[in-house]
């Protein structure tokens, strides 16, 4: 297949998956792997694009971080509280991440591991909307710092290829007791500086590759699978805040524990 072809599938694959609680790292290693491509040929690919989605949160909540930014100037207990949780949240991926990053590499190219942790969080999604109680909608700013500090400890489940980083903070934070659309909008919030690092960290690793072009997959790929999936994501965030308000999460985990099963079947056959 064409590798521009590729890098627009992999695109829509990101934006559709990054925010609902399916696993977008997961998909693009399943897909990788459909498409007959070494996971570790696209991973800073993987990476990059993410950041496309990314910016969709930061174009659609562009109110929202312009009234925290006024906030901080005038010292507004809400501001400084929203940037305070996000920061806390954010902390453990960071030491996490940069502890664990060779094994974290490691499991990124294992399409196997995707597949089991598609099915256990299918199961782990089931179990929370069985048994989690609703609290009231709070804006991030309004949350107490030690769930702050709960999702961001969660989050680094997703360092886990086919957890799910929005899986793992939605997930965690109704387990904790927040309303469906709070837990939401955290998990969008918090997925800024988390993949913001997490691409530049990437891109840091493989400059040298990237400068010289020698890689099969060079910034052309990744500009088009960066716009596709900011573009897809814009679309994506609206109607699944819309979706989970009226269904909640149950559909996406049973696609997660068929989407497991079927990709073992694949790829064990």
């Known amino acids: 297949m064409d590798l521009f072809i590729t890098a627009v599938l992999l695109g829509i694959v990101e934006g559709l998956t990054e925010f609902v609680p399916v696993s977008s790292t997961g998909h693009l290693i399943l897909a990788s792997e459909l498409f007959g491509y070494d996971a570790h040929t ?9 950041l496309g989605a990314i ?3 930061v174009v659609l909540y562009w109110r929202t971080f312009w009234a925290v930014a006024r906030g901080l100037l005038r010292r507004d207990p809400l501001s400084i509280r929203f940037v305070t949780n996000l920061l806390v949240a954010f902390m453990p991926s960071v030491v996490l991440g940069l502890l664990f990053k060779k094994q974290i590499d490691v499991m990124l190219g294992s399409p196997m591991i995707v597949g089991w942790a598609l099915i256990a ?10 048994w989690s109680k609703q609290g009231e909608y709070l804006g991030l700013g309004q949350l107490p710092m030690r769930q702050a500090l709960g999702v961001g400890l969660l989050q680094c489940l997703a360092m886990i290829p086919g957890v799910s980083r929005s899986g793992a903070t939605i997930m965690g934070a109704l ?29 840091w690793q493989n400059r040298a590759e990237l400068a010289a072009g020698t890689g099969p997959v060079g910034w052309s790929h990744i500009a088009i699978g960066f ?8 679309a994506v965030i609206r109607a699944f805040v819309a979706y ?26």
């Open 55 to 57: 910016l969709a949160v």
């Open 42 to 50: 696209w991973a800073v690919f993987n990476v990059v694009i993410q």
């Open 244 to 269: 989970i308000s009226r269904a909640g999460f149950s559909p996406f985990a049973w696609y997660r524990i068929v989407a497991g099963a079927a990709a073992l079947f694949f790829l064990t056959r």
């Open 175 to 203: 387990a904790m007791g927040i309303e469906r659309r709070t837990a939401a909008e955290f998990s969008f919030f918090l997925a800024v500086p988390t993949m913001l690092g997490a691409t530049t960290l990437e891109l």
């Open 227 to 234: 716009a596709v999936s900011f573009v897809v994501a814009l």
């Open 121 to 130: 969080g299918g199961i782990a999604i089931l179990a929370v909307e069985r």
